[in-house]
């Protein structure tokens, strides 16, 4: 009797076909009792150490951008203008992801201590109302994570990436669109979070309103629900403008063209960065969708990490990018502080490999190319 003896690729190759199989409920479980394990084990690292990091990145912020402004202000030559607009971006980027996207999650609540942290108290400079961005990002986007018709992240309000969401018109100019939406992410974000966008795009586009496998944030879209969006996108958006370009600019006097240019560039900067660290972790050609719920903490744990994708990059870039470069760990671990993240990726990719599950991740621009790809494909 002979044995047929496999190559060392030949064996490679059934390893990874065992891996491609679903998981069975056993396998589930075993999964699921692993994450919950790290969940447990960094939770309780939470203390000193996460407030002290919260405590420096907020004074980096705020030194940030009281250089920065002062820098626009007084400036008389496009280096220190050019230095002004730099410091100014890092500051409101800084508040923008590492300090408020955490704080909104609720990371620093139980922390008496960071009371400033706390999502019911953290104010950022933004148009992006915060109770509206908690409803639409916490309660939607994470409880229902890549499910048509309920994740609003799905569509983004406009997109079409797969086969599960109906082909329209629109969606033909769908890479265009992204590229313009990147430079006022910020904005689209407050009128997507509000609600109002869906009234903007009922208008613009007929048949909209049909569409049954694109997620709401309205409970209604009546005149009064139009009334209410309006107002939650307008109590945001309004004292935003008025303090970044109405004080500063009053403040400037006759120099108020270069502090406005300058703010508006650094704004620009800070959308198209946050816009990029959003599209990679949600748009990628190896993040699935799903038409159901899952049915256990263990299934939702999967859809969690196969319905997002991480980016390979260096401290400042995590850093700037809220630690959200590590969108998988944080979908799994929504209430951890920034600086954990980082930390705990590696364990979690190291059980995602053991059990067969895909961890998508990559660089910067492999990723970035990765959404345009799919961008494109959808669009046809």
């Known amino acids: 009797m002979s044995e047929t003896l496999l190559t060392p690729q030949a064996f490679n190759e059934y390893v990874q076909d065992v891996k491609k199989q679903p998981l069975s409920d056993e396998q589930l479980k075993a999964f699921a009792a692993e994450l919950d394990a790290l969940k447990a084990e960094f939770s309780a690292k939470i203390g000193k150490e996460d407030l002290e990091y919260i405590e420096m990145i907020h004074q980096v912020c705020r030194s940030c951008e009281i250089a920065g402004r002062l820098l626009l202000h007084f400036s008389r030559d496009p280096i220190s203008w050019s230095m002004g607009v730099l410091m100014l971006y890092v500051g409101i980027q800084l508040d923008n992801l590492e300090i408020h996207h955490h704080a909104q999650h609720g990371a620093f609540d139980k922390m008496p201590e960071a009371r400033k942290f706390h999502s019911d108290v953290y104010y950022h400079n933004s148009p992006v109302d915060e109770e509206a961005w908690r409803y639409r990002h916490n309660v939607l986007h994470h409880s229902y994570t890549g499910q048509v018709a309920r994740d609003p992240d799905v569509t983004y309000g406009f997109y079409r990436l797969s086969e599960l969401i109906d082909k329209q018109a629109f969606h033909v100019v769908q890479p265009a669109v992204l590229?313009?939406?990147?430079?006022?992410?910020?904005?689209?974000?407050?009128?997507?979070?509000?609600?109002?966008?869906?009234?903007?795009?009922?208008?613009?586009?007929?048949?909209?309103?049909?569409?049954?496998?694109?997620?709401?944030?309205?409970?209604?879209?009546?005149?009064?629900?139009?009334?209410?969006?309006?107002?939650?996108?307008?109590?945001?958006?309004?004292?935003?403008?008025?303090?970044?370009?109405g004080v500063f600019g009053l403040l400037a006097g006759p120099r108020w063209p270069q502090v406005t240019l300058g703010t508006l560039t650094a704004q620009v900067m800070r959308n198209i960065f946050t816009g990029l660290?959003?599209?990679?972790?949600?748009?990628?050609?190896?993040?699935?969708?799903?038409?159901?719920?899952?049915?256990?903490?263990?299934?939702?744990?999967?859809?969690?990490?196969?319905?997002?994708?991480?980016?390979?990059?260096?401290?400042?870039?995590?850093?700037?990018?809220?630690?959200?470069?590590?969108?998988?760990?944080?979908?799994?671990?929504?209430k951890l502080t920034p600086n954990r993240l980082e930390e705990i990726a590696p364990r979690v990719q190291e059980v995602c490999e053991r059990y067969g599950v895909h961890y998508e991740t990559g660089s910067f621009g492999d990723q970035l190319a990765s959404v345009f790809r799919r961008m494109v494909k959808y669009s046809k």
């Open 277 to 334: 660290v959003f599209y990679t972790g949600h748009m990628t050609e190896g993040v699935k969708h799903y038409t159901e719920t899952p049915k256990s903490r263990a299934e939702w744990y999967l859809q969690q990490i196969e319905g997002t994708g991480n980016v390979q990059a260096g401290k400042i870039f995590s850093i700037l990018a809220g630690h959200l470069n590590y969108q998988i760990e944080h979908h799994l671990f929504p």
């Open 179 to 245: 590229i313009m939406n990147t430079f006022n992410a910020d904005q689209s974000l407050g009128l997507v979070s509000s609600g109002l966008l869906e009234f903007i795009q009922r208008l613009l586009f007929p048949g909209y309103a049909e569409l049954k496998d694109y997620p709401s944030v309205n409970k209604s879209h009546d005149l009064e629900g139009f009334a209410k969006s309006l107002w939650i996108s307008l109590r945001k958006s309004v004292p935003n403008v008025a303090y970044n370009y």
